[in-house]
């Protein structure tokens, strides 16, 4: 068993029988009373995140995380097909775990998966992405001035706004963390 001076963020631990991971956490000492920590945990598997005081010294039961890169091959009902490349083993994740970002994975897309003994805690998908656009309105020439945005659809289906001077055809970075428009690929 650990104590709360050893949580980090990012950490995942076992809390009133549930699988939580600490988003945040702060030490306070107050006045002349004593030391605490304020932890924002977040359920693993509702998604709901709650703000706790722990005892400084309390017990906590940590959990051993792995995290391992697999490669993303197809989508089969409401179920992602992920590939270890090093042993070929194949699992199966729910698409929810990947979250709204799910509309922009590609074939061999790269994924950083948390497994807790066996068993699959969170899939999350890379930075950034590389896209063709397949549709988009053309832009009229000379309207630069302002930073407008148009919608454009993207080779795996889901739809971005990008700047007036992109083009079908072309391909850009996105950012997948915001779902956002980068830049321009050559």
């Known amino acids: 068993m650990a104590n709360t001076g050893d949580?980090?963020?990012?950490?995942?631990?076992?809390?009133?029988?549930?699988?939580?991971?600490?988003?945040?956490?702060?030490?306070?000492?107050?006045g002349n009373l004593r030391a605490f920590y304020q932890v924002v945990l977040r359920n693993v598997k509702s998604g709901k995140q709650i703000e706790q005081r722990l005892r400084a010294g309390?017990?906590?039961?940590?959990?051993?995380?792995?995290?391992?890169?697999?490669?993303?091959?197809?989508?089969?009902?409401?179920?992602?097909?992920?590939?270890?490349?090093?042993?070929?083993?194949?699992?199966?994740?729910?698409?929810?775990?990947v979250g709204n970002t799910a509309?922009?994975?590609?074939?061999?897309?790269?994924?950083?998966v948390a497994l807790e003994s066996d068993s699959v805690i969170g899939v999350e998908p890379p930075n950034f992405g590389i896209y063709e656009i397949t549709y988009t309105e053309p832009g009229v020439k000379g309207d630069t001035a302002t930073n407008t945005l148009k919608?454009?659809?993207?080779?795996?289906?889901?739809?971005?706004?990008?700047?007036?001077?992109?083009?079908?055809?072309?391909k850009i970075k996105v950012d997948l963390r915001t779902e956002s428009y980068s830049e321009r690929v050559k």
Do not use: W
């Open 151 to 170: 919608p454009a659809t993207l080779d795996t289906g889901a739809i971005v706004m990008v700047p007036l001077f992109v083009n079908e055809g072309e």
């Open 7 to 30: 949580l980090f963020k990012g950490c995942y631990i076992k809390y009133e029988g549930e699988l939580c991971q600490v988003m945040e956490y702060q030490h306070r000492t107050p």
């Open 58 to 97: 309390e017990s906590v039961e940590m959990l051993r995380v792995e995290h391992h890169e697999m490669q993303y091959l197809y989508k089969d009902g409401t179920s992602l097909v992920l590939m270890d490349p090093v042993t070929f083993e194949q699992i199966y994740v729910e698409e929810s775990m």
């Open 103 to 112: 509309k922009f994975l590609k074939e061999e897309m790269i994924l950083k």
